[in-house]
């Protein structure tokens, strides 16, 4: 399985970005895909899943970002809203053997390498 993220940047405060994940040698639609994301001096933590039963988000995010897959293109999305300075991280996908309602990064199996998303004041 190969995971190829995309689409970070550098955007102000209260824009937006879109991640693309490119997932390859994978049967796409059978597992749980994932966003995480690691900020500067800190752990990496949970983002969003989705999955054929289901989506789920972080708690913190509050209906800002959106996950989605294309299961034709074999790419996973994350459409990030009203961005805020502290979603400053490395968002990094990942697929998860395990199924839906993943949430540790010890579930997932398999990550790409990550996309560095800053967010100015």
């Known amino acids: 399985v190969q995971l190829q993220a995309s689409g970070g940047g550098l955007v102000q405060a209260g824009g937006f970005l879109r991640l693309s994940c490119a997932v390859s040698?994978?049967?796409?639609?059978?597992?749980?895909l994932g966003w995480f994301r690691q900020a500067p001096g800190k752990e990496r933590e949970f983002v969003a899943q989705?999955?054929?039963?289901?989506?789920i988000y972080a708690d913190y995010l509050k209906g800002r970002f959106t996950i989605s897959r294309d299961n034709a293109k074999n790419t996973l999305y994350l459409q990030m809203n009203s961005l805020k300075p502290e979603d400053t991280a490395v968002y990094y996908c990942?697929?998860?053997?395990?199924?839906?309602?993943?949430?540790?990064?010890?579930?997932?199996?398999?990550w790409g390498q990550g996309t560095q998303v800053t967010v100015s004041s």
């Open positions: 040698r994978c049967t796409f639609g059978s597992y749980g």
């Open positions: 990942a697929v998860s053997t395990s199924g839906w309602g993943r949430r540790r990064q010890e579930e997932y199996d398999y």
């Open positions: 989705v999955s054929l039963s289901g989506i």
